[in-house]
């Protein structure tokens, strides 16, 4: 059996050090894969050998997340816009002229940022519970929903309940038909890096920001309406935060968008990561290089 060599590396990207995991071959077509909340590339784990064995495959880490350089939030001010930043520098800085992206959670709106501004590198979309219509919110954004409207110490207050080990259990447990298939060090892994000393202003100033996203809605969907990427939405149906409906909009305005459902929930690599990574793999074929 022929494995995949793993690499842990670092990039000087405006300013900031990005962490970023990196396997496969350096000449075949690039596999860019964009994490979440409150997760890192750390997701990937599973997901990265099977991609490996055929794409270059490249899993950063944000700036908030994981390894990659935290400053405090009195000196960079967490936005969307600015993780869309970062990760312009990055692929910048590593040349990558083509990519198909990975979008997932937070990096749906990051990814679809770069989509936006780089038409011409993306190859493809894979979108993993990664929204991009209003229909595809959950009610478990109404309490962030309310600090949109008031952002009042009361609501800010209310919403560190999100970063809490419970919450965060939550988000991996809800929709899992047998939660023995969770590895306890995801959530563990998450929760250390939230529990860090500036992390919990972080999470929140974006919890605010998100609403930046939902804004932005109508200028991704018409990216998909006018340049037709070809699309995979690769969906944990169970999810509470992302719903069906979310995936299903995608071919409302793209007739290249196919969507497929896994009996899981917001974290389906967890779960069904070799019959998600296969799908990927089948959709890769018909990319252009």
């Known amino acids: 059996m022929i494995t995949t060599a793993l690499h842990y590396n670092y990039v000087k990207t405006n300013d900031l050090n990005i962490f970023y995991r990196e396997a496969g071959p350096k000449d075949a077509p690039v596999i860019l894969l964009l994490h979440g909340y409150p997760t ?62 990975y979008i997932f959670d937070y990096g749906a709106p990051t990814g679809l940022r770069l989509a936006l501004a780089n038409p011409e590198k993306i190859t493809g979309i894979i979108s993993q519970n990664g929204n991009a219509y209003e229909e595809g919110l959950g009610n478990a954004w109404t309490p962030i929903q309310k600090y949109w409207k008031d952002e009042s110490t009361e609501n800010r207050n209310t919403l560190k309940e999100f970063t809490s080990s419970k919450m965060v259990k939550f988000q991996y447990q809800t929709g899992v038909a047998d939660t023995s298939l969770i590895e306890p060090e995801a959530y563990l892994v998450d929760q250390h890096f939230l529990d860090l000393p500036g992390h919990l202003d972080i999470q929140l100033d974006l919890m605010l920001d998100y609403r930046s996203n939902v804004a932005l809605y109508p200028k991704f969907q018409a990216y998909f309406r006018d340049k037709k990427p070809k699309l995979l939405a690769v969906w944990g149906k169970n999810d509470p935060f992302f719903l069906p409906a979310g995936a299903e909009a995608y071919k409302r305005d793209n007739p290249n968008a196919k969507v497929k459902f896994y009996d899981t929930g917001h ?23």
Do not use: C, W
């Open 40 to 101: 890192s590339s750390f997701m990937f784990r599973k997901l990265i050998p099977i991609l490996a064995a055929q794409y270059h495959v490249i899993a950063p880490d944000l700036p908030g997340f994981g390894y990659t350089e935290s400053p405090d939030p009195a000196q960079y001010h967490y936005t969307f816009d600015n993780l869309a930043k970062a990760m312009q520098g990055f692929i910048d800085n590593l040349k990558l002229k083509r990519f198909a992206v």
């Open 267 to 289: 974290f389906a690599l967890e779960t069904h990561a070799q019959e998600i990574g296969a799908d990927i793999l089948e959709f890769m074929k018909d990319l252009p290089k």
